[in-house]
């Protein structure tokens, strides 16, 4: 059970009807894409110590994807100082006083050290079975909700997507289109939500089927974004992840969670 979780939600995807409904897609500034929220310092001590003891499970670069994850790097870093972020050549000090050492050599470390958000590379072309789309090649995984990321890497969204059944071929082939259609400099926003009892870092296997639901104590909201990197041309999948506890839902958010169940806007 998660023991990391925000006192304030920032974003509640079931109260804005753009959001509500599948894939409740909407576009937001480049300066809004990341975030630094109540709960910045204890998760990315998680973040640190997952990175630090296992990172075979967290971490993950393709060859093809280099290029793109130095870009994404150099991306991230443009946004710092705007969240409180003390930026030196070679090094940063992040908002709880850690200081990073950037690492060229190791991209997706230093960005799963930086920023709250997972932060996963989406290149187009087919995956290793033929199927066409943008495929995974790199990660910064600490927080997966139910998925695996060595299991996912190397492949279309639509075997990403395995076993979820809401992801219909009809989800898949919008899911692409929006995919094809990102702009560099524009980030595309979307968010998730569902009861949870599990920590952030939840990985499941697919033969594992769905987790039995027992007590959810909690609510765990996504916030996904979807940025074009313009050299590369992959498109960079941001989620951040909120833990709460419902009494601290704003007044709105919890009236709006009584009408529009979070199972439905998920």
């Given at each position: 059970m998660s023991q990391i979780r925000q006192k304030h939600l920032p974003f509640a995807p079931w109260a804005d009807p753009r959001t509500r409904r599948l894939p409740g897609i909407v576009p937001i500034e480049?300066?809004?894409?990341?975030?630094?929220?109540?709960?910045?310092?204890?998760?990315?001590?998680?973040?640190?110590?997952?990175?630090?003891?296992?990172?075979?499970?967290?971490?993950?670069?393709?060859?093809?994807?280099?290029?793109?994850?130095?870009?994404l790097l150099a991306l991230v870093l443009a946004q710092l100082p705007t969240l409180g972020f003390d930026c030196a050549p070679g090094r940063v000090r992040r908002p709880d006083g850690v200081e990073v050492t950037l690492d060229p050599a190791q991209p997706m470390a230093t960005l799963g050290r930086l920023v709250?958000?997972?932060?996963?590379?989406?290149?187009?072309?087919?995956?290793?079975?033929?199927?066409?789309?943008?495929v995974l090649t790199g990660a910064a995984l600490c927080f997966p909700a139910g998925w695996t990321l060595g299991e996912k890497l190397g492949r279309a969204m639509m075997g990403i997507h395995v076993p979820v059944a809401k992801y219909t071929d009809d989800i898949g082939a919008r899911v692409q289109r929006l995919l094809d259609g990102v702009q560099p400099g524009r980030v595309l926003m979307r968010g998730t939500a569902h009861h949870?009892?599990?920590?952030?870092?939840?990985?499941?296997?697919?033969?594992?089927?769905?987790?039995?639901?027992?007590?959810?104590?909690?609510?765990?909201?996504?916030?996904?974004?979807?940025?074009?990197?313009?050299?590369?041309?992959?498109?960079?999948?941001?989620i951040h992840t909120y833990v709460v506890d419902p009494a601290d839902l704003s007044a709105e958010q919890a009236a709006t969670l009584a009408e529009f169940p979070i199972r439905e806007a998920a």
């Open positions: 480049m300066a809004d894409w990341l975030e630094v929220d109540d709960a910045y310092g204890p998760q990315m001590a998680e973040r640190d110590r997952l990175i630090a003891t296992m990172p075979e499970r967290v971490l993950a670069l393709t060859p093809r994807a280099q290029a793109a994850a130095a870009e709250q958000e997972d932060l996963c590379l989406m290149q187009p072309g087919p995956d290793a079975t033929g199927a066409p789309g943008h949870s009892n599990a920590p952030l870092h939840n990985p499941r296997l697919e033969a594992q089927g769905r987790a039995p639901e027992g007590d959810l104590p909690y609510i765990r909201v996504e916030r996904q974004g979807l940025v074009r990197l313009p050299v590369s041309g992959a498109v960079a999948f941001s």
